[in-house]
């Protein structure tokens, strides 16, 4: 279980925006994963998103760590956000903005702009 | 599975007051979209008044029952 904790808290240092999800970004396996990838590349900046479906144990340690049972489960700069229910009222006060703007701001990366 | 009467009662075991509206989002009777409104969640920061709701139904969603739920909370109005 230690591993797993480590693992976990390396993958969450070393991601600014990481998202837990069933599939990947070019394969999600469901609905409220894909939701959550359509969301962030609506913000233009970098996120990765790792795959815990097939991964009973560290779905089990990602629980219990963030008291969350569901997936995907989202953090920004090591803090834990929970899932677009969460995520998606505090884009809409500007609250998200101001967290990935302060976030990013250290690494010197801006959002890329999209032209839809 | 889970019906919608079933999930309510899971959630007024630990909030009591909470007023319950539920989609099943895929007719499957295990994709839920759950909102609940109570006085229980004044004052307390978003994913905390989420954490009390999945909480709540934590078993069900262990044991498959419910197999994804988003959740919406919010306060009465006074």
């Given at each position: 279980m230690n591993e797993i904790r480590e693992k976990i808290d390396k993958e969450v240092a070393e991601n600014t925006i990481l998202v837990y999800g069933k599939g990947t970004k070019d394969a999600p396996q469901c609905g409220f994963t894909l939701e959550t990838i359509e969301f962030f590349n609506h913000f233009g900046y970098p996120f990765q998103v790792i795959d815990v479906l097939q991964d009973t144990s560290k779905r089990q340690v990602l629980a219990e760590m963030t008291d969350w049972p569901t997936l995907p489960k989202v953090f920004i700069a090591g803090k834990f956000y929970g899932d677009t229910d969460i995520l998606l009222p505090m884009a809409q006060n500007g609250e998200l903005q101001k967290v990935l703007e302060d976030a990013f701001a250290g690494k010197g990366i801006k959002p890329t702009v999209k032209l839809h | 599975m889970i019906d919608e009467a079933g999930i309510t009662e899971l959630i007024r075991v630990k909030i009591p007051d909470a007023q319950v509206r539920i989609t099943d989002?895929?007719?499957?009777?295990?994709h839920y979209d759950i909102r609940v409104r109570s006085a229980a969640f004044k004052g307390v920061p978003l994913i905390d008044a989420h954490r009390m709701v999945s909480n709540a139904l934590r078993e069900a969603h262990a044991d498959g029952r419910i197999h994804a739920m988003q959740i919406k909370t919010d306060v009465p109005e006074s």
């Open positions: - | 989002l895929t007719g499957t009777m295990d």
